[in-house]
């Protein structure tokens, strides 16, 4: 096992968390004055559920 790779894998899965977070219980997020819309946030958990599922595979082999 690759200690590395499930820490990150699990880092990942913990930011997909938070963004299914936010897409299911909507609240807003500014960043520098700028509103960040809620696509934004699926976009992210798809993204970063992908690579948590990848390295998780990844830490098997």
Known sequence: MRP????????FAVIAIAH????L????VIVA???IPQW????????A????FMLHRE???
């Not at 934004?40 to 993204?47: I, R, T």
């Not at 559920?49 to 948590?52: E, H, I, Q, R």
């Open 20 to 23: 299914l977070y936010r897409v």
């Open 33 to 35: 004055a700028c509103s």
């Open 4 to 11: 590395f790779t499930k820490i990150a894998s699990l880092l």
């Open 40 to 47: 934004a946030s699926l976009a992210g958990a798809v993204v």
């Open 25 to 28: 219980r909507p609240f807003e």
């Open 59 to 61: 830490s098997r082999a």
């Open 49 to 52: 559920g992908a690579l948590a």
